[in-house]
């Protein structure tokens, strides 16, 4: 086994970069050599030696026309047998030369050896002088190369990013100080979600380590904060720096087995003599140590481990939960040399004060657009409310910078709430015009009642609810409101649901929950346990709230679905919180939830036996759900909403709309439909029913008129044309005639 020098390594992992942008599946000695191109000393020698220019454009030709693999499938490069052969020989050819390294000569050499290899065709092509020339050229610059070979650690960091001004987490800063100059496990591990600041706040630590300001804030002040308020770096940790491990490039061309573990330990021990460098590693992940297959997969997390163990070196890594639960499942114990700093989520006014003094100018700068503090805080709020499964500030930083584009695409200089609005919409892939406005909540109980006939008290209930909890007294931890609607079949439970997500311009998302009656089928909503079935599909409910948050949730029929939802459904009227299968957090907070009974229907008929009717069906159901449902349950509930049976008065408003909507229906075929008073008393005789409600009605009409009105439009005069309902001994009948 031989080491790589760093040209060569670098002109690999440039071959690799060219493969990936042109998403080949396979990396060639056509690669390779594009790579070397990118070399100066090797171009100085080509250009010295032949032409360097046209044998670029030839390999790129031949490049640009090698398989791609489409960009909705994974890119996995692979190296091809041409690019072990050569390999293979080069590292033979550097043994025969008694080097200790693999040099740029060479891999040069080995090309010069393929059979039916363009790369050796288009090289030879290329040269004005003969191929021993061009080889001794490329020796000229061996000595360099071998002697920069013993420090190339440095090559595999970089300089941290910078933040531009932090603001906030000084404890946590402090805290990280203080692990770090711990003598043994002096390593950090910050723990938060997506877009909480990891890297930002590694950054400022970096930061904060090469600034003479932070190292002697004040003689008798404590070194974790200086009498101004700000972080004081510890005597031990002045004058470090904080360099970034690229774990990609670590890994680029590390194709042998033993490869990566030679870079690694150069790596390591250039960084314990050097004594003055804090690596950071931004995401666990990247990091491997999730994997127990033996094929070789790159693990740094496993050979980095002894060298912490030894404490001559000191590393900050970022991590989610997610990564530290998958690593420790894998490889139990590997964590234990890091101290973990938990990172939580800002809150809306420190999000606020982040924007205001980092991000709101860089913003500025790059739309060329101007963000009043009001928009701020109006993207704080929406993505709050619209953006659950994010992290602040990252998700209103985004919003912020998408209103920003939008902007500028649209030729306007302001960002105010109706860009923010629209920005969210592209965010979020679909129209959030999820905030009735003050004028359509004044008017929701009014246009409620206007569609659904005859349950006004019910109504009444529903949209006080509704309108406490938009006025912001009720708590906000807990979903907009949790009703349970009682009554007979057919008197507009369901439908006062669709109506209600119609005016509050939400999505109606509706569960029969007759197909939830098995105990197993609560893993349907919540998604199955892992190692079953389905575990990486997710749950039908929490899928669905996820993606919608703000929406009515219809339960229909919930007292056939199996008592441990009913346990489920506690966490969510309670907390408006429930989590899934993976563990993520789906919020509840924007949903309006219904639940449907029909639980005691047969024991409505009690609401009519004596000489006078006391209560109606509902009622009477009301008293039954009371003994269906836990006492737990019932005391959750925002409400027990009885509808009212079905009465004649009732039936002739609904009448009156499907009526209505037969008319419109017949409008667009140029027909006119009249029904007679006669007609119109039969149609309400044969549909009014108590027992089954408004859809009697449309069977009625639907079994009666249509049939009727569809053989005069299929057989008769087609369109244009009056038909006026007649009633029969046996049924009804029409009478047409044409259009006047």
């Not at 893993?523 to 669905?544: E, N, R």
Request: proline share 3%.
């Amino acid at each position: 086994m031989i080491n790589q020098t760093a040209n060569v390594t670098t002109a690999l992992v440039e071959a690799y970069g060219i493969a990936t942008e042109k998403r080949n599946d396979f990396l060639t000695p056509e690669h390779l050599l594009a790579g070397f191109l990118k070399d100066s000393d090797f171009w100085e020698a080509l250009s010295g030696c032949g032409r360097a220019e046209e044998l670029e454009e030839k390999l790129y030709g031949y490049i640009n026309g090698l398989d791609t693999v489409p960009e909705d499938q994974e890119l996995a490069i692979e190296f091809s047998s041409q690019l072990h052969e050569l390999f293979e020989r080069a590292a033979q050819t550097a043994v025969s030369a008694a080097s200790q390294t693999m040099q740029t000569h060479h891999v040069i050499y080995s090309i010069f050896h393929l059979e039916e290899s363009y790369a050796r065709f288009y090289l030879e092509s290329c040269l004005t002088c003969t191929i021993p020339d061009f080889l001794n050229s490329l020796l000229a610059f061996a000595e360099n190369e071998e002697a920069g070979a013993p420090q190339s650690w440095g090559r595999y960091f970089r300089e941290m990013d910078d933040m531009g001004t932090f603001v906030g987490k000084k404890e946590e800063i402090s805290q990280m100080y203080r692990i770090l100059c711990r003598h043994r496990k002096a390593n950090v591990l910050i723990v938060g979600s997506h877009g909480v600041g990891k890297t930002a706040i590694a950054s400022e630590m970096a930061r904060l380590l090469t600034d003479e300001r932070a190292w002697d804030r004040h003689d008798e002040a404590s070194w974790e904060e200086g009498l101004d308020g700000e972080v004081e770096v510890p005597k031990k940790l002045q004058g470090m720096r904080m360099l970034q491990l690229d774990t990609s490039l670590l890994l680029g061309g590390a194709q042998y087995r033993g490869d990566l573990e030679m870079r690694m330990k150069d790596i390591l021990e250039g960084i314990a003599a050097d004594g003055n460098v804090i690596i950071y590693i931004d995401e666990l992940r990247s990091l491997g140590g999730n994997s127990r297959n033996d094929d070789g997969s790159k693990d740094i997390l496993s050979l980095l481990i002894p060298y912490l163990k030894s404490g001559k070196i000191r590393c900050v890594v970022s991590a989610t939960h997610e990564d530290i639960k998958k690593v420790e499942n894998f490889s139990p114990g590997a964590l234990g040399l890091f101290f973990r700093v938990e990172l939580n989520e800002p809150d809306a006014e420190e999000t606020l004060e982040i924007i205001k003094n980092n991000t709101l100018r860089q913003l500025r700068e790059s739309h060329g657009v101007k963000y009043s503090i009001e928009a701020c805080r109006f993207a704080i709020e929406k993505s709050m409310r619209h953006m659950p499964d994010r992290c602040l500030p990252e998700k209103a930083i985004d919003l912020l910078d998408q209103a920003g584009a939008y902007c500028a695409a649209g030729r306007c200089t302001d960002v105010d709430n109706t860009i923010v609005m629209l920005a969210l919409k592209d965010i979020c892939k679909e129209d959030i015009s999820t905030s009735a406005s003050n004028n359509e909540l004044f008017t929701l109980e009014k246009n409620l009642k206007e569609r659904i006939y005859g349950q006004d008290q019910a109504i009444s209930k529903i949209t006080e609810a509704i309108l406490m909890s938009k006025a912001g007294l009720l708590d906000s931890d807990k979903t907009i409101g949790n009703f349970l609607f009682v009554g007979p079949t057919g008197v507009g439970k369901t439908e006062l649901s669709k109506v209600l997500a119609q005016q509050m311009h939400v999505p109606l998302h509706r569960f029969d929950m007759s197909e939830y009656s098995e105990k197993h089928s609560v893993a349907k909503l919540i998604g199955s346990p892992a190692g079953y079935v389905g575990y990486d599909d997710g749950g039908i409910l929490t899928d669905t709230v996820r993606k919608n948050p703000y929406c009515v949730l219809l339960l229909d029929e919930i007292e056939k679905a199996h008592e441990d939802i009913y346990n489920l459904l506690l966490q969510v009227m309670d907390y408006a919180v429930i989590s899934d299968n993976k563990g993520r957090k789906v919020d509840f907070r924007n949903v309006i939830l219904i639940m449907t009974s029909n639980a005691g229907a047969r024991y409505a008929h009690k609401a009519s036996v004596g000489f006078e009717r006391k209560i109606n069906a509902g009622e009477a159901m009301a008293k039954e759900v009371k003994k269906v449902f836990a006492p737990e349950f019932i005391n959750r509930l925002s409400s027990v909403v009885v509808f009212n049976d079905m009465d004649e008065k009732m039936a002739s408003l609904i009448l009156d709309d499907k009526i209505k909507k037969l008319e419109g229906r017949l409008g667009s075929r140029n027909v006119k439909l009249e029904i007679t008073p006669e007609a119109y008393q039969k149609l309400l005789k044969e549909g009014f029913s108590p027992e089954y409600g408004a859809r009697e009605i449309e069977r009625v009409l639907n079994a009666r008129l249509t049939p009727l009105l569809m053989k005069e439009l299929l057989f008769g005069r087609k369109a244009g044309f009056t038909a006026t309902v007649i009633p029969t001994e046996d049924g009804f009948k029409l009478q047409c005639h044409p259009e006047q």
